[in-house]
């Protein structure tokens, strides 16, 4: 089973940034459509962002756009996600996963449609 593992998650204010890491496989890195979903306390998991590492294609929940944005190190077969200007409303668990469906799909809005998933690292924004 293929292993992720997310890191970088912590505390701080409003308008801070973190940026998030996700540690994959070579397999992920070559080809799989990769996102990020988020949860906060009695809430369903929900889609933040996907991409295709190297590919043409990346997606933003509307909520999140101009604010975070995607990227990936191959030398080091990580992911990250960039997250700027920071608000309450961002804290939530958040989990890097990966999926062998095609990126554009428009079912991997929805946490089952995808595979692997990291264990997941604390976001948390204070006002």
């Known amino acids: 089973q293929v292993q992720l593992v997310d890191s970088g998650g912590g505390s701080v204010q409003t308008g801070g940034s973190l940026r998030l890491a996700c540690k994959v496989s070579?397999?992920?890195?070559?080809?799989?459509?990769v996102g990020w979903f988020r949860q906060a306390p009695g809430k369903e998991r929900e889609m933040v962002a996907r991409?295709?590492?190297?590919?043409?294609?990346?997606y933003y929940t509307d909520s999140v756009k101009g604010r975070f944005s995607l990227s990936h190190d191959f030398a080091k077969m990580t992911l990250y996600l960039q997250m700027n200007n920071l608000k309450p409303e961002d804290t939530a668990m958040y989990y890097c996963?990966?999926?062998?469906?095609?990126?554009?799909?428009?079912?991997?809005?929805?946490?089952?449609?995808?595979?692997?998933w990291g264990k997941g690292t604390q976001v948390t924004v204070s006002s």
């Open positions: 996963t990966d999926t062998r469906l095609e990126c554009t799909d428009t079912a991997l809005t929805l946490a089952p449609s995808w595979n692997n």
């Open positions: 991409f295709v590492p190297n590919g043409p294609f990346s």
């Open positions: 070579y397999a992920t890195l070559s080809g799989f459509c």
